[in-house]
Protein backbone atom coordinates (compact mmCIF):
# COMPACT_ATOMS: atom_id res chain seq x y z
CA UNK A 1 0.00 0.00 0.00
CA UNK A 2 1.51 3.03 -0.80
CA UNK A 3 2.15 5.34 2.00
CA UNK A 4 0.42 9.04 2.87
CA UNK A 5 0.82 12.02 4.51
CA UNK A 6 -1.89 14.72 5.63
CA UNK A 7 -0.87 18.31 5.02
CA UNK A 8 -3.30 20.77 7.09
CA UNK A 9 -2.46 24.53 6.05
CA UNK A 10 -3.62 26.40 8.63
CA UNK A 11 -3.44 30.34 8.86
CA UNK A 12 -5.50 33.57 8.74
CA UNK A 13 -7.01 34.96 5.72
CA UNK A 14 -5.52 36.08 3.10
CA UNK A 15 -1.60 35.10 3.80
CA UNK A 16 -1.62 32.72 0.83
CA UNK A 17 -2.65 28.90 2.05
CA UNK A 18 -4.65 28.39 -1.19
CA UNK A 19 -1.89 29.77 -3.35
CA UNK A 20 0.15 27.16 -1.35
CA UNK A 21 -1.84 24.37 -1.84
CA UNK A 22 -1.92 25.12 -4.94
CA UNK A 23 1.79 25.14 -5.76
CA UNK A 24 2.46 21.52 -3.92
CA UNK A 25 -0.54 19.64 -6.34
CA UNK A 26 0.60 21.84 -9.19
CA UNK A 27 -2.92 22.52 -10.09
CA UNK A 28 -5.22 25.61 -9.84
CA UNK A 29 -7.67 23.89 -8.05
CA UNK A 30 -8.00 25.54 -4.64
CA UNK A 31 -9.32 28.78 -5.31
CA UNK A 32 -7.37 32.15 -4.65
CA UNK A 33 -8.70 35.33 -3.13
CA UNK A 34 -7.80 38.60 -3.86
CA UNK A 35 -5.48 40.00 -0.46
CA UNK A 36 -7.47 39.83 2.40
CA UNK A 37 -10.54 38.17 1.08
CA UNK A 38 -11.72 34.94 1.79
CA UNK A 39 -12.13 32.15 -1.26
CA UNK A 40 -12.05 29.23 0.79
CA UNK A 41 -15.37 28.75 2.78
CA UNK A 42 -15.05 25.32 2.88
CA UNK A 43 -11.95 22.66 3.67
CA UNK A 44 -10.81 21.29 0.67
CA UNK A 45 -8.34 18.36 -0.03
CA UNK A 46 -6.36 17.04 -2.99
CA UNK A 47 -4.05 14.21 -3.21
CA UNK A 48 -0.90 13.66 -5.26
CA UNK A 49 1.41 11.49 -5.37
CA UNK A 50 4.62 11.91 -5.01
CA UNK A 51 8.15 10.15 -4.61
CA UNK A 52 5.89 6.84 -3.69
CA UNK A 53 4.32 8.54 -1.13
CA UNK A 54 0.78 10.51 -1.33
CA UNK A 55 0.25 13.72 -0.54
CA UNK A 56 -3.01 14.95 1.03
CA UNK A 57 -3.23 18.30 1.11
CA UNK A 58 -5.89 20.19 2.68
CA UNK A 59 -6.55 23.77 2.05
CA UNK A 60 -8.65 25.22 5.19
CA UNK A 61 -10.84 28.32 5.67
CA UNK A 62 -8.91 31.16 7.54
CA UNK A 63 -8.65 31.95 11.01
CA UNK A 64 -10.06 35.57 11.52
CA UNK A 65 -12.33 35.35 8.49
CA UNK A 66 -14.35 38.45 8.77
CA UNK A 67 -17.74 36.43 7.57
CA UNK A 68 -16.98 33.39 9.94
CA UNK A 69 -16.95 32.89 13.16
CA UNK A 70 -13.89 31.57 14.85
CA UNK A 71 -15.91 28.60 15.89
CA UNK A 72 -17.42 28.38 12.27
CA UNK A 73 -13.85 28.04 11.15
CA UNK A 74 -12.79 25.31 13.81
CA UNK A 75 -15.46 23.51 12.99
CA UNK A 76 -15.28 23.17 9.65
CA UNK A 77 -11.59 22.36 10.10
CA UNK A 78 -12.66 19.39 12.11
CA UNK A 79 -15.53 18.10 9.90
CA UNK A 80 -12.06 17.25 7.41
CA UNK A 81 -11.00 14.47 9.48
CA UNK A 82 -13.89 11.65 10.15
CA UNK A 83 -15.28 11.40 13.28
CA UNK A 84 -14.99 7.88 14.39
CA UNK A 85 -11.37 6.56 12.79
CA UNK A 86 -8.46 8.56 13.83
CA UNK A 87 -6.10 10.08 11.05
CA UNK A 88 -2.70 10.91 11.08
CA UNK A 89 -1.42 14.47 10.27
CA UNK A 90 2.22 14.65 9.08
CA UNK A 91 2.79 18.29 9.21
CA UNK A 92 0.54 21.36 9.03
CA UNK A 93 1.50 24.43 7.23
CA UNK A 94 1.12 27.43 9.08
CA UNK A 95 1.38 30.20 6.57
CA UNK A 96 1.59 34.04 7.81
CA UNK A 97 2.89 36.98 6.12
CA UNK A 98 3.85 40.41 7.43
CA UNK A 99 4.46 41.01 10.70
CA UNK A 100 3.89 38.04 13.45
CA UNK A 101 1.16 39.73 15.46
CA UNK A 102 -0.21 39.19 18.94
CA UNK A 103 -3.15 38.28 16.82
CA UNK A 104 -1.00 35.77 14.80
CA UNK A 105 0.67 34.66 18.17
CA UNK A 106 -3.20 33.63 19.57
CA UNK A 107 -4.01 32.40 16.32
CA UNK A 108 -0.86 29.92 16.05
CA UNK A 109 -1.33 28.91 19.99
CA UNK A 110 -4.83 27.63 19.40
CA UNK A 111 -3.40 24.84 17.16
CA UNK A 112 -1.93 23.70 20.08
CA UNK A 113 -5.59 23.59 22.06
CA UNK A 114 -7.35 21.97 19.13
CA UNK A 115 -4.40 19.69 18.43
CA UNK A 116 -3.00 19.28 21.10
CA UNK A 117 0.50 19.90 23.21
CA UNK A 118 2.57 17.81 20.76
CA UNK A 119 1.83 19.93 17.68
CA UNK A 120 4.43 22.01 17.70
CA UNK A 121 6.94 19.81 16.39
CA UNK A 122 4.66 19.00 13.19
CA UNK A 123 4.49 22.55 12.05
CA UNK A 124 5.98 24.21 9.45
CA UNK A 125 5.81 27.70 9.42
CA UNK A 126 5.79 29.48 6.22
CA UNK A 127 6.21 33.03 5.74
CA UNK A 128 4.82 34.63 2.13
CA UNK A 129 5.26 37.96 0.42
CA UNK A 130 9.18 38.06 0.77
CA UNK A 131 10.77 38.94 -1.58
CA UNK A 132 14.40 37.77 -0.92
CA UNK A 133 13.26 34.44 0.29
CA UNK A 134 16.34 32.63 -1.99
CA UNK A 135 19.06 34.34 0.30
CA UNK A 136 19.56 32.10 2.90
CA UNK A 137 20.86 35.11 4.93
CA UNK A 138 18.21 37.34 4.61
CA UNK A 139 15.75 34.61 5.50
CA UNK A 140 18.36 34.33 8.34
CA UNK A 141 17.86 38.23 9.38
CA UNK A 142 14.16 37.83 9.40
CA UNK A 143 14.23 34.87 11.69
CA UNK A 144 16.46 36.58 14.04
CA UNK A 145 14.59 39.79 14.12
CA UNK A 146 11.21 37.80 14.83
CA UNK A 147 13.11 35.69 17.34
CA UNK A 148 14.10 39.56 19.23
CA UNK A 149 10.31 40.95 19.31
CA UNK A 150 8.64 38.64 22.16
CA UNK A 151 9.34 35.84 24.08
CA UNK A 152 6.52 34.10 22.78
CA UNK A 153 7.48 34.38 19.21
CA UNK A 154 11.16 33.22 19.94
CA UNK A 155 9.41 30.19 21.90
CA UNK A 156 7.25 29.65 19.03
CA UNK A 157 10.23 29.50 16.58
CA UNK A 158 12.64 27.39 19.04
CA UNK A 159 9.65 24.60 19.28
CA UNK A 160 8.18 24.57 15.64
CA UNK A 161 9.36 22.18 12.82
CA UNK A 162 10.96 24.59 10.54
CA UNK A 163 10.50 28.32 9.29
CA UNK A 164 10.37 28.47 5.29
CA UNK A 165 10.40 31.76 3.49
CA UNK A 166 8.52 32.20 0.17
CA UNK A 167 7.51 34.42 -2.04
CA UNK A 168 5.02 32.97 -4.67
CA UNK A 169 4.14 35.08 -7.03
CA UNK A 170 1.04 35.41 -9.37
CA UNK A 171 1.34 35.21 -12.97
CA UNK A 172 0.66 38.91 -13.32
CA UNK A 173 3.53 39.48 -11.31
CA UNK A 174 5.90 36.77 -12.77
CA UNK A 175 5.25 35.41 -15.93
CA UNK A 176 6.17 32.39 -15.64
CA UNK A 177 5.88 31.85 -12.04
CA UNK A 178 9.40 30.47 -11.79
CA UNK A 179 8.99 31.51 -7.56
CA UNK A 180 5.85 28.74 -7.63
CA UNK A 181 7.82 26.24 -9.43
CA UNK A 182 11.24 26.92 -7.23
CA UNK A 183 8.47 26.91 -3.83
CA UNK A 184 7.35 23.49 -5.06
CA UNK A 185 10.99 22.19 -4.77
CA UNK A 186 11.30 23.46 -1.65
CA UNK A 187 7.93 22.23 0.18
CA UNK A 188 8.37 18.71 -1.57
CA UNK A 189 12.09 18.36 -0.02
CA UNK A 190 10.84 19.56 3.16
CA UNK A 191 7.40 17.42 3.37
CA UNK A 192 9.48 14.51 2.18
CA UNK A 193 11.29 14.31 5.49
CA UNK A 194 8.64 14.89 7.62
CA UNK A 195 7.75 11.62 8.98
CA UNK A 196 6.39 12.79 12.56
CA UNK A 197 2.41 12.72 12.83
CA UNK A 198 -0.20 13.00 15.22
CA UNK A 199 -3.24 11.12 15.47
CA UNK A 200 -6.77 12.79 15.32
CA UNK A 201 -10.75 12.61 14.40
CA UNK A 202 -13.11 15.24 14.66
CA UNK A 203 -14.27 14.24 17.73
CA UNK A 204 -11.34 14.76 19.62
CA UNK A 205 -10.90 17.96 17.50
CA UNK A 206 -14.58 19.57 18.47
CA UNK A 207 -14.11 18.33 22.29
CA UNK A 208 -10.94 20.20 22.48
CA UNK A 209 -12.81 23.12 20.75
CA UNK A 210 -15.23 23.06 23.36
CA UNK A 211 -12.81 22.95 26.03
CA UNK A 212 -11.07 25.88 24.36
CA UNK A 213 -14.68 28.04 24.02
CA UNK A 214 -15.81 26.46 27.45
CA UNK A 215 -12.75 28.04 28.60
CA UNK A 216 -13.24 31.34 26.55
CA UNK A 217 -16.14 31.18 28.42
CA UNK A 218 -15.60 30.72 31.91
CA UNK A 219 -13.05 33.69 31.84
CA UNK A 220 -15.66 35.58 30.47
CA UNK A 221 -17.76 34.31 33.42
CA UNK A 222 -15.03 35.34 35.53
CA UNK A 223 -14.65 38.43 34.30
CA UNK A 224 -18.22 39.54 34.57
CA UNK A 225 -18.40 38.04 38.03
CA UNK A 226 -15.50 40.25 38.91
CA UNK A 227 -16.69 43.20 37.09
CA UNK A 228 -20.25 42.67 38.50
CA UNK A 229 -18.43 42.26 42.74
CA UNK A 230 -16.49 45.07 41.96
CA UNK A 231 -19.46 47.22 40.99
CA UNK A 232 -21.62 46.06 44.31
CA UNK A 233 -18.26 46.80 46.32
CA UNK A 234 -18.04 50.04 44.54
CA UNK A 235 -22.07 50.96 45.29
CA UNK A 236 -21.84 49.63 49.12
CA UNK A 237 -19.01 51.71 49.64
CA UNK A 238 -20.67 54.86 48.15
CA UNK A 239 -24.07 53.83 50.06
CA UNK A 240 -21.48 53.89 53.32
CA UNK A 241 -20.09 57.49 52.55
CA UNK A 242 -23.67 58.65 51.72
CA UNK A 243 -24.53 56.69 55.13
CA UNK A 244 -21.18 58.23 57.22
CA UNK A 245 -22.18 61.73 55.25
CA UNK A 246 -26.06 61.68 56.23
CA UNK A 247 -24.52 60.91 60.09
CA UNK A 248 -22.60 63.74 59.79
CA UNK A 249 -24.82 65.97 58.52
CA UNK A 250 -27.25 65.15 61.53
CA UNK A 251 -24.85 65.14 64.08
CA UNK A 252 -23.55 68.46 62.96
CA UNK A 253 -27.43 69.93 63.39
CA UNK A 254 -27.80 68.55 66.38
CA UNK A 255 -24.60 70.15 67.53
CA UNK A 256 -25.96 73.39 66.11
CA UNK A 257 -29.07 73.37 67.59
CA UNK A 258 -27.67 72.06 71.04
CA UNK A 259 -25.71 74.89 70.70
CA UNK A 260 -28.61 77.42 69.89
CA UNK A 261 -30.45 75.83 72.47
CA UNK A 262 -27.39 76.38 75.03
CA UNK A 263 -26.52 80.44 73.55
CA UNK A 264 -30.77 80.51 73.88
CA UNK A 265 -30.83 79.73 77.06
CA UNK A 266 -27.63 81.38 78.69
CA UNK A 267 -29.54 84.35 76.87
CA UNK A 268 -32.20 84.00 78.85
CA UNK A 269 -30.66 83.53 82.17
CA UNK A 270 -28.54 86.83 81.20
CA UNK A 271 -25.08 85.10 81.83
CA UNK A 272 -22.50 87.40 80.22
CA UNK A 273 -19.79 86.13 82.57
CA UNK A 274 -18.21 83.30 80.60
CA UNK A 275 -14.97 83.64 79.95
CA UNK A 276 -13.91 86.36 81.96
CA UNK A 277 -11.84 87.95 84.38
CA UNK A 278 -14.45 88.89 87.47
CA UNK A 279 -14.78 90.24 90.46
CA UNK A 280 -16.92 88.28 92.97
CA UNK A 281 -18.58 90.44 95.59
CA UNK A 282 -20.45 88.56 98.52
CA UNK A 283 -23.32 89.66 100.65
CA UNK A 284 -21.33 92.01 102.44
CA UNK A 285 -19.91 93.93 99.53
CA UNK A 286 -16.54 91.98 99.88
CA UNK A 287 -14.48 90.95 97.63
CA UNK A 288 -13.81 87.16 97.44
CA UNK A 289 -10.53 86.63 98.32
CA UNK A 290 -8.21 83.98 95.88
CA UNK A 291 -8.04 81.79 99.44
CA UNK A 292 -12.00 82.15 99.59
CA UNK A 293 -11.68 84.04 102.34
CA UNK A 294 -13.08 88.34 101.02
CA UNK A 295 -11.30 91.51 101.26
CA UNK A 296 -13.41 94.72 101.64
CA UNK A 297 -11.07 96.35 98.76
CA UNK A 298 -10.42 95.58 94.74
CA UNK A 299 -6.84 93.73 95.22
CA UNK A 300 -5.20 92.20 92.74
CA UNK A 301 -5.90 88.22 94.50
CA UNK A 302 -9.29 89.37 94.35
CA UNK A 303 -10.27 89.00 90.70
CA UNK A 304 -11.04 85.11 89.58
CA UNK A 305 -11.64 83.87 86.51
CA UNK A 306 -14.77 82.21 84.98
CA UNK A 307 -14.15 79.37 82.87
CA UNK A 308 -16.49 78.09 80.13
CA UNK A 309 -16.69 73.45 80.57
CA UNK A 310 -19.50 71.87 78.69
CA UNK A 311 -23.11 73.49 78.63
CA UNK A 312 -23.61 75.86 81.90
CA UNK A 313 -20.84 74.50 83.97
CA UNK A 314 -18.14 76.73 84.83
CA UNK A 315 -14.68 76.22 86.67
CA UNK A 316 -13.87 79.33 88.45
CA UNK A 317 -10.31 80.02 88.88
CA UNK A 318 -8.24 82.14 91.60
CA UNK A 319 -5.26 84.66 90.58
CA UNK A 320 -3.22 81.31 90.75
CA UNK A 321 -4.78 79.35 88.17
CA UNK A 322 -6.10 77.03 91.14
CA UNK A 323 -9.96 75.87 90.88
CA UNK A 324 -12.35 77.25 93.70
CA UNK A 325 -13.52 73.52 94.75
CA UNK A 326 -16.42 72.42 96.84
CA UNK A 327 -16.51 68.73 98.50
CA UNK A 328 -19.39 66.52 99.00
CA UNK A 329 -20.91 66.90 102.54
CA UNK A 330 -23.63 69.83 102.22
CA UNK A 331 -24.74 72.21 105.36
CA UNK A 332 -21.23 73.73 106.59
CA UNK A 333 -18.65 72.42 104.01
CA UNK A 334 -16.16 74.59 103.34
CA UNK A 335 -15.14 75.64 99.71
CA UNK A 336 -11.06 75.48 98.90
CA UNK A 337 -8.93 75.05 95.82
CA UNK A 338 -7.46 72.63 93.85
CA UNK A 339 -4.78 72.39 90.67
CA UNK A 340 -6.61 69.95 89.02
CA UNK A 341 -10.29 70.15 87.93
CA UNK A 342 -12.22 67.11 89.57
CA UNK A 343 -15.67 67.19 89.69
CA UNK A 344 -16.35 69.42 92.75
CA UNK A 345 -14.47 72.07 90.56
CA UNK A 346 -17.77 72.32 88.18
CA UNK A 347 -20.47 74.79 89.32
CA UNK A 348 -23.59 76.13 87.63
CA UNK A 349 -24.10 79.51 87.85
CA UNK A 350 -27.81 80.95 87.97
CA UNK A 351 -28.86 84.18 87.61
CA UNK A 352 -31.75 85.63 90.20
CA UNK A 353 -33.82 88.33 90.68
CA UNK A 354 -31.97 90.19 92.69
CA UNK A 355 -29.49 91.08 89.81
CA UNK A 356 -27.08 88.52 91.68
CA UNK A 357 -25.94 84.80 90.78
CA UNK A 358 -26.03 81.62 93.06
CA UNK A 359 -23.34 79.59 92.62
CA UNK A 360 -24.72 76.08 92.57
CA UNK A 361 -21.79 72.98 93.34
CA UNK A 362 -22.32 69.56 91.89
CA UNK A 363 -23.43 68.38 94.67
CA UNK A 364 -26.24 70.69 94.35
CA UNK A 365 -25.28 73.08 97.72
CA UNK A 366 -24.75 76.81 96.93
CA UNK A 367 -21.90 78.87 97.64
CA UNK A 368 -22.88 80.56 101.06
CA UNK A 369 -20.08 83.25 103.20
CA UNK A 370 -20.36 82.76 106.81
CA UNK A 371 -19.95 85.43 109.24
CA UNK A 372 -15.89 85.32 109.00
CA UNK A 373 -16.67 85.88 105.29
CA UNK A 374 -15.26 82.56 104.48
CA UNK A 375 -16.76 80.37 101.49
CA UNK A 376 -18.80 77.77 102.66
CA UNK A 377 -21.87 75.51 100.85
CA UNK A 378 -25.08 75.22 101.85
CA UNK A 379 -27.90 73.16 100.94
CA UNK A 380 -30.44 76.47 100.90
CA UNK A 381 -29.86 79.38 98.48
CA UNK A 382 -30.50 81.98 100.62
CA UNK A 383 -28.92 86.24 100.68
CA UNK A 384 -25.49 84.90 102.00
CA UNK A 385 -25.54 82.72 98.67
CA UNK A 386 -25.99 85.42 96.58
CA UNK A 387 -22.77 86.99 95.03
CA UNK A 388 -22.33 90.06 92.10
CA UNK A 389 -20.53 89.45 89.61
CA UNK A 390 -18.66 92.10 87.96
CA UNK A 391 -17.38 91.18 84.92
CA UNK A 392 -14.10 92.68 83.24
CA UNK A 393 -11.75 91.55 79.99
CA UNK A 394 -12.28 87.99 78.19
CA UNK A 395 -8.64 88.62 77.79
CA UNK A 396 -6.77 86.26 79.97
CA UNK A 397 -7.16 82.11 80.77
CA UNK A 398 -4.39 81.71 83.56
CA UNK A 399 -2.81 78.28 83.56
CA UNK A 400 -2.23 76.87 87.35
CA UNK A 401 0.30 78.09 89.08
CA UNK A 402 0.47 81.33 86.94
CA UNK A 403 -0.05 84.57 88.28
CA UNK A 404 -1.74 86.82 85.18
CA UNK A 405 -1.82 90.02 86.96
CA UNK A 406 1.33 92.33 87.81
CA UNK A 407 0.57 92.62 91.65
CA UNK A 408 2.38 92.07 94.96
CA UNK A 409 1.11 88.36 94.79
CA UNK A 410 4.34 87.65 91.78
CA UNK A 411 6.06 87.91 94.52
CA UNK A 412 4.58 85.56 96.85
N1 LIG B 1 3.19 38.59 -3.92
C1 LIG B 1 2.72 37.49 -3.33
N2 LIG B 1 1.39 37.23 -3.43
C2 LIG B 1 0.93 36.11 -2.83
C3 LIG B 1 1.77 35.25 -2.08
N3 LIG B 1 1.02 34.24 -1.59
C4 LIG B 1 -0.26 34.48 -2.00
N4 LIG B 1 -0.33 35.60 -2.72
C5 LIG B 1 -1.53 36.21 -3.27
O1 LIG B 1 -2.29 36.63 -2.18
C6 LIG B 1 -3.69 36.50 -2.43
C7 LIG B 1 -4.33 35.61 -1.37
O2 LIG B 1 -3.83 34.28 -1.47
P1 LIG B 1 -4.70 33.02 -1.03
O3 LIG B 1 -3.84 31.83 -1.28
O4 LIG B 1 -6.04 33.02 -1.60
O5 LIG B 1 -4.80 33.26 0.51
P2 LIG B 1 -5.64 32.42 1.59
O6 LIG B 1 -6.83 33.25 1.94
O7 LIG B 1 -4.73 32.29 2.75
O8 LIG B 1 -5.99 31.12 1.00
C8 LIG B 1 -3.77 35.85 -3.80
O9 LIG B 1 -4.01 36.86 -4.75
C9 LIG B 1 -2.41 35.27 -3.99
O10 LIG B 1 -2.07 35.19 -5.36
C10 LIG B 1 3.18 35.58 -2.03
O11 LIG B 1 4.00 34.87 -1.42
N5 LIG B 1 3.60 36.70 -2.66
MG1 LIG C 1 -7.87 30.30 0.71
Not at 61 to 79: H, Q
Not at 314 to 319: K, S, Y
Request: include cysteine; proline fraction near 3%; glycine fraction near 6%.
Amino acid sequence: MTPSKTILVVGKTGTGKSTICNIIVDKDIFPEGEYGVSMTKESKSETIHHNGVNYIIKDTCGLGDTSLTEREVLDRMASTFSSSTLSSIHQIIYVFNGKFSQQEIFTYKLLKTIFGQDVAHITTIVRTRFPKYKEPSQCEADKNAMMNESSDIREILATCNKLIHLNNLTADEQEKKENRTDARTRLLIHLMGCNQSISINSSLMNSNIDKHFQAIQDEKNRALLREQEAREKEIQLMRLKEEAERQRVILEQQRIQQEAQILAEKKKFGYDVWNRKVLLKNWRNHYVFYNCGSTPTVHPQSYFYIQELDGYKVAIRNCYGDYLCSRPGGQGTRVTTSVSLDHGCKFTILPTEYGRYAVLTPYGTYFRFNHNLDIQTYIDENERCLIEIQGSTPDFIPKSGEIPFSSPCKQQ
